[in-house]
């Protein structure tokens, strides 16, 4: 068969656990983490099934479910969405970025992102038919270079995608960076897919900048956010767009028969646990005591820790350490030092190595203590 992405293989994040398996290394790779859920929540989605919550939910999703997404919205970030007609419940974040993609561009038109972005991104925009257009975010501080995204924007622009608490790099965008997009875009038809699944691991008092704060990108953004980095079950695969009423209803007619809808019980379940005093209100500290936890440990290796803001990444410059390419890199520190992690090289367009490797520190203490005791070694 002709392939429909022909430059597309299986994911570094595939990739690198398999590799960790088989050389019994401590996965710092993959982004999941390695200790349960509240036991509260999977006891409200059992009750949700043992109730009979097993049938097709609407198509939007649970209805309580969009309702505490959206009362969630508002009391965080000031900006009410209708849970009828502008909030839908995905299977996670990347069927949300693919079907929003796929509902708002066209064929030949050109959709920004930016390097280093995530490896979801480009592929979603070429099965649109659509062209990727990559720019870099500035090297070394990984800040929006809003002149470079300026001049790459064409009359062909449809679609600019931003990530923030971002990955890999753990950047978070300041509200300076936010008005002044929100500036740019205002004289475009550009429409805005804010990535925004780590909107609950923001560090040392700073605050999630979320687009749906700033009026003049809320009424041209599709929100994308996902339960299983909030509530630790990446492998539920549920999470939500927000939008306009006109972007939403756009967004339902792919999402239809994309996957008509997501599975019931979860639904009921997270509606239920969202309701509970904002479980997500401790993540920040949770994940701040980790990255410092695991910075500490870094700071014993040779390896170069960056700075990190947000997120469950923390990347590292490995160049006292190695001249290997990043992925050679972290395949020799699967296979030798025993810990698995991520070559930042594998999110940009052209393989841009700089040296920089990402850990995820979503882990027991014992797991980094592990990978940190083996790290030293270096
Ligand atoms: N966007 C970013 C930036 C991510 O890191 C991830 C998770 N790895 C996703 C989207 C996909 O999220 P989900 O697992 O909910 O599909
Ligand atoms: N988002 C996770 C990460 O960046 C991985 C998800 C996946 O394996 N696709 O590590």
Redesign the pocket.
């Known amino acids: 068969v002709t392939s429909r992405l022909p430059e597309v293989g299986t994911?570094i994040?595939?990739t690198m656990?398999a590799l960790a398996v088989q050389h019994k290394a401590v996965n710092l790779?993959?982004?999941?983490p390695d200790f349960d859920c509240d036991p509260a929540l999977t006891a409200a989605v059992t009750e949700a099934m043992q109730q009979g919550h097993n049938q097709y939910p609407p198509m939007a999703g649970a209805a309580a479910l969009r309702e505490a997404v959206a009362a969630k919205i508002e009391a965080l970030y000031g900006h009410r969405y209708d849970a009828t007609a502008e909030i839908t419940v995905t299977a996670g974040a990347?069927q949300a970025l693919l079907t929003a993609i796929l509902a708002v561009v066209q064929p030949g038109e050109e959709v920004i992102v930016l390097d280093p972005c995530?490896?979801?991104y480009v592929p979603s925009i070429q099965m649109a038919g659509a062209k990727p257009v990559r720019v870099q975010l500035t090297p070394g501080s990984f800040r929006p270079d809003f002149a470079a995204i300026a001049a790459a924007i064409t009359p062909r622009t449809r679609l600019l995608l931003i990530n923030s608490p971002h990955?890999?790099t753990g950047t978070v965008w300041t509200e300076a960076e936010m008005l002044q997009l929100q500036d740019l875009l205002a004289p475009t038809n550009v429409l805005l897919l804010s990535d925004e699944?780590y909107e609950h691991m923001v560090f040392d008092g700073k605050k999630h900048l979320s687009a749906s704060r700033f009026p003049g990108l809320a009424a041209r953004a599709m929100v994308v956010s996902s339960f299983g980095k909030t509530f630790h079950v990446?492998g539920w695969k549920v999470g939500t767009v927000a939008a306009p009423a006109a972007l939403m209803a756009e967004f339902r007619k792919i999402h239809q028969f994309n996957v008509f809808t997501v599975n019931t019980p979860m639904q009921v379940g997270l509606a239920q646990y969202l309701g509970n005093p904002a479980p997500y209100i401790e993540l920040p500290a949770f994940y701040q005591a980790k990255r410092d936890f695991f910075r500490a440990g870094l700071a014993t290796t040779r390896l170069k820790p960056m700075d990190c803001s947000g997120t469950y990444?923390q990347t590292v410059d490995i160049s006292a350490v190695s001249q290997l390419s990043e992925a050679d890199f972290c395949a020799w520190l699967t296979q030798e030092i025993g810990v698995a992690a991520?070559p930042t090289s594998a999110f940009y367009g052209d393989g841009f190595d700089q040296s920089m490797v990402r850990f995820?520190f979503a882990k027991q203490d014992s797991t980094l203590q592990l990978a940190l005791e083996r790290l030293q070694k270096l």
Do not use: E, R
Not at 29 to 32: A, C, K, N
């Open positions: 994911t994040f595939t656990s790779g993959q982004g999941f990347t995530y490896d979801c990955n890999p699944v990446t990444f991520i995820c």
